[in-house]
């Protein structure tokens, strides 16, 4: 496929100029991406290869050798770009294609947008087909500019062009979602970008009835992930493990639900951590600030928050009611124009 001569026929063609992605290059995720595509290919899209994903034995970020070699971070060639839309993140913030689609089963997209500098926003879980059992994961795209994002959402959900939001926007900032431990700098880095919204009137930052403290989703996640990826029917009688994933996930829905009847969007880091070395993360989990709204469905966008001494860009993690999906590119539109980052 030449992509040059597609996007060509495309920009002559008046019916596909009035497409959402006419002519616009594509990368898709891992080998199998393209049985996902469709609607993006329908949207006049152009689909111009795959992007790695983590090989044998690594299964969440890539820092381990796949197939073609590692997968390294465009900004620190010795620290991971994440994962597992690693592959991703990296051919859209080094320039190869506008925007490139993803997966996010605890923070699969927004980890490696962070880490990256780029966007990555997760779609509410069940709005979009997914092929997932486990009903954590939910499709999701990695952008260089938040109008590809909203483009890219116009495309596969269906819906005409949002709105533009009436700002400023009311929102909750959490460091840490009240169990996470995060270290010092991305969490100074998300807050001075929340803070940088606020200014240019895009959020106006207030404090909750009450102080927003989410259980620990990470054994809830991994009881109900391990009993997806089981025998059919094996998540149909509950032993203890999964009894309490189910009573941790009630009990975060009713937080969740009771903060989004007061504002429009939580603001937290979205990473716990820099950008770890390839010899991978230790015991920290990096979806530690991602994967609660995995467990909750809520659509999640990471948007680029500036650069640590490290030299590697942090995110700043917006979240928004459930089915508010296409609030979340607005918003960063709204950001891009009015920080003129």
Not at 30 to 57: F, H, M, N, Q
Not at 118 to 126: E, F, H, I, Q, R
Request: contains cysteine; aromatic residues 4%.
């Amino acid at each position: 496929m030449d992509a040059r001569l597609d996007a060509a026929g495309a920009d002559r063609s008046g019916q596909d100029r009035a497409l959402a992605l006419a002519g616009v290059p594509v990368a898709v995720k891992g080998r199998y991406g393209l049985r996902a595509v469709g609607p993006l290919l329908a949207a006049g899209a152009v689909a111009v290869g795959a992007t790695s994903v983590p090989g044998p034995g690594t299964p969440w970020q890539t820092w381990g050798l796949g197939a073609r070699g590692r997968t390294v971070n465009p900004w620190r060639a010795d620290r991971t770009p994440g994962g597992s839309s690693a592959g991703a993140a990296v051919a859209v913030a080094a320039g190869l294609v506008p925007l490139a689609t993803g997966g996010d089963g605890a923070g699969s997209v927004r980890i490696p947008a962070a880490w990256c500098g780029v966007l990555g926003l997760k779609t509410t879980n069940g709005r979009l087909p997914s092929t997932d059992r486990t009903g954590l994961a939910a499709p999701g795209v990695l952008a260089r500019s938040a109008s590809d994002t909203a483009a890219w959402w116009q495309a596969v959900s269906g819906e005409p062009p949002a709105a533009r939001p009436a700002l400023p926007l009311t929102a909750v900032w959490s460091p840490d979602l009240g169990f996470a431990g995060p270290d010092p700098e991305p969490v100074a880095l998300a807050r001075a970008m929340a803070e940088r919204l606020a200014a240019a009137g895009v959020v106006r930052l207030v404090r909750p009835r009450e102080a927003l403290r989410l259980l620990d989703p990470g054994p809830a996640w991994l009881a109900l992930r391990a009993a997806g990826a089981g025998p059919a029917g094996s998540a149909s009688e509950p032993g203890p493990g999964l009894a309490a994933a189910h009573r941790i996930r009630a009990g975060n829905d009713r937080r969740l639900a009771g903060l989004f009847t007061e504002v429009s969007l939580l603001l937290t880091p979205t990473a716990p951590t820099a950008p770890h070395g390839h010899e991978g993360p230790g015991d920290r989990y990096s979806t530690s600030l991602t994967w609660a709204f995995n467990l909750s469905g809520h659509p999640a966008l990471s948007l680029p928050a500036g650069f640590g001494r490290d030299g590697c860009p942090a995110g700043l993690q917006l979240v928004a009611p459930h089915g508010q999906d296409a609030l979340l590119p607005a918003v960063a539109r709204e950001a891009e124009r009015r920080l003129g980052d």
